[in-house]
């Protein structure tokens, strides 16, 4: 049977509802502020991480020319056609949204809360790019329209982190995560199974490494192999396969079981859209993902939070 919902997780959705009772529906909306990103802009490194696709986010690209405002009103025109009635997120989405200096953020940010429609504020960022400066801007914000901040990990394994070219290491996100505590941010953790050298323990390392905080959603990727990256070399070398579906239920599985049950389970697909998708050709398909999820909850007779054991 065909489930687009889980009564073994918490999904995003209905995090979302309980959340904020009093609208119906919520999508978030993706807006490129035409950040740059330390990893590549050479500040760190030139490179990237290795499934980053540098060129899907040329700095001509269509949108980053326009205010965030604008960018809403353009997205929207499309969005209530489809989800009628609905309130939006703007969310800073490509490349690193708290990369420049506090005054620009601050225009950007509070440009795209005033536009009509707009509920929440969503910043996706890397853990060494959070200043002290933009934690308290986002608290600032957060006292108007609840803010999420998403912050990449990806693996607790500094060994992995070298491995995929990230340049930032697990202690820099444990003073991001320090530092963003008790300041009325919501956070979401982000992270990839499936990255090379990685085993099913990595990622239940991983799950159990974020005990130390309070956290509000965590988003696990597949690593899938965008066209044009490092990942894709190895991968044509033979030096890189992608996880089976089976090999990312288990961990996916493995990893909700010692989530809190609190905690919203943003999303298991990969970002990548048509041709840029090299492989697994399951990292886009939602619903199978999601049935192959719930009936291994089913089999196991588990749940979220079923081995979390923070004290
Ligand atoms: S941190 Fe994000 S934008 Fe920067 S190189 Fe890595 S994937 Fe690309």
Known sequence: MKKNNSEYFLTY???LRKKHPQFSLIRKISIDGGFTCPNLDGSKGRGGCVYCN????????????LKPSEQIVKARHKMDRIFAGAKYIAYFQPFTNTYAPVEQLRDLFYDAIQAEGIVGLSVGTRPDCIGDDVLELLAEIATKVPVTLEIGLQSANDETLKRINRLHSFAEFRDAMNRSNHLGLERSVHVILGLPGESQQDYINTAQSLWEWDIDAVKIHPLHIVRGTELEKWFLAGDYQPLEIEEFTVGAVDFIERTHPDVAIERFTGEAQGDMLVAPDWAGDRIQLLNEINRLFELRGTRQGSLYLKK
Do not use: L, Q, V
């Not at 540098?54 to 020319?65: H, I, V």
């Open 13 to 15: 959705k209905n995090w």
């Open 54 to 65: 540098n060129n899907s986010f040329s700095p001509s690209a269509g949108d980053r020319m």
